[in-house]
């Protein structure tokens, strides 16, 4: 099955994205996913980029996108590598600014193994203050494009962020703990004490190129 991306620079207007959806509907293809938004510089600046991820079985794609070009209101249309293709799994690190630092090392240098192994793994950080702040983050890992795993670095975490860390483990993404007070490490898939060894474990959980496997040692503290 052939994926592939396209994206699309067009007038922000409405009727758009219906357009180029239905367009590509037409050809046979069905998208994966979308991203959309209003560019706010360079010389694009107050139009819509559109990102599609298209699967399907598919040797037509310069016809594909002459019909795109013709629709009005498009301005441009490229063929890309997906997204997984160029920033691959993602692993979340959120919590306080020092925790989230050194499980970000851990987790970096162990990406950087694999990925010259042919693995593609990114680390996205976000150091955050506050029980509901941190609550609505960790709500939105499972609604982030290709999230993998959660490291949650913090000396304290509990009450709302621990109902949110259940609710993420129903969607089947682990989610590891460092060694904190509150009630989120009794909830959380691993626990684990040094923060370098925390973001190394996510990486090697997610990647390819690895043979760790957290659920082998689910609710165990290191």
Known sequence: MDKFAIVLICNNVPGVLRDVSSLIADFGL???YTQQYIIDKGPNKGK??????????????DALVSSLKKIKNVDYVGLYHTFKEIWGKRVIIIGGGA?????AIGAINEAD???IR?????????????????????????????????????SLMGGRITKEVEHLKEEEIPVISLNMAGSVPKVCDLVVTDPIQAGTFAVMHIADSAKFDINRVKGRKF
């Open 30 to 32: 069905n998208i994966m």
């Open 48 to 61: 819509a980029s559109i990102h599609f991820e298209i699967e399907g079985e598919f040797e037509e794609k």
């Open 99 to 103: 925790q989230v630092a050194q499980v």
């Open 113 to 115: 193994r694999h990925n």
């Open 118 to 154: 042919g693995d593609r793994i990114s680390i996205d950080t976000i150091p955050l203050v506050g029980e509901d702040t941190i609550a609505d983050a960790v709500n939105a890992v499972s609604r982030t494009h290709r999230s993998s795993i959660l490291v949650l670095a913090g």
